[in-house]
């Protein structure tokens, strides 16, 4: 290549790939050094929750960390996921999969299998309290049962395509806010639940949070606002 050939352009592209190549070697570097900076043993926080459980109403340790001893970071989570929705609904006007029809196969698999995903979501949820699960994961479950409705071309009503849909989708993070301001009303601290409620708010919470985790996920996967009208 002669010396010509090599324009002012080429070179300030491949000065912007040697640039961004010695950025990700410097964060994997950080992360790297990071990790092996680790102590190989930790004593963790699992004698503190133990101590504790008692007052949050619920039996499961990781239950009773996303609920109660951190929700601030829970509430924060779902609204990251509404954040997310908004950013989709304001660049896509509609749906890509409105005029997708299913085969006779899949029109089949899915009359089955969603309603066994509706099923095992509320299975999860009732478990949260016990054992492994919770809102999050019947609320995937739930998604992952709009995504299969979707491939198959079923749609919302055009009667709860509006406001209905869209308050399902804030339920989640208006309820957790709701059930802090009773928090306070009883004196005690943002998302601290008073100790005889405990256990029923933190299952109010949670069912309304998988409802509105599932609507989210399943109208990421949609692509664009339902259409409102016909």
């Known amino acids: 290549m002669r010396r010509s050939d090599v324009t002012p352009m080429g070179l300030g592209a491949r000065a912007g790939h040697l640039l961004l190549i010695g950025l990700l070697v410097s964060i994997f570097g950080g992360l790297a050094l990071a990790v092996l900076s680790l102590p190989s043993e930790s004593p963790g926080l699992s004698a503190q929750v133990e101590a504790a459980m008692a007052d949050t109403g619920v039996t499961h340790p990781v239950t009773a960390v996303l609920l109660d001893f951190r929700g601030y970071d829970t509430l924060l989570e779902m609204v990251v996921l509404l954040l997310a929705l ?45 054992s492994s699960g919770g809102a999050f994961q019947a609320g995937t479950v739930l998604g992952a049962a709009g995504v299969v409705l ?34 306070l009303f009883f004196g005690a601290v943002w998302l601290d639940y008073p100790l005889e409620w405990s256990g029923a708010l933190i ?28």
């Open 86 to 130: 908004a950013s989709v609904w304001s660049l896509a006007e509609g749906s890509p999969f409105a005029d997708r029809r299913p085969g006779t196969m899949l029109d089949r698999l899915s009359r089955l299998y969603a309603p066994l995903m509706v099923m095992v979501a509320g299975y999860l949820l009732w478990a949260g309290s016990a």
């Open 150 to 183: 979707t491939l198959t071309g079923w749609r919302l009503p055009i009667a709860l395509a509006g406001w209905p849909l869209r308050l399902i989708l804030v339920s989640g993070v208006l309820v957790f806010i709701l059930v802090g301001l009773v928090s």
């Open 203 to 230: 299952l109010l919470i949670e069912a309304i949070a998988s409802l509105s985790i599932g609507a989210t996920l399943a109208a990421l996967f949609l692509g664009g606002r339902p259409e409102e009208h016909p």
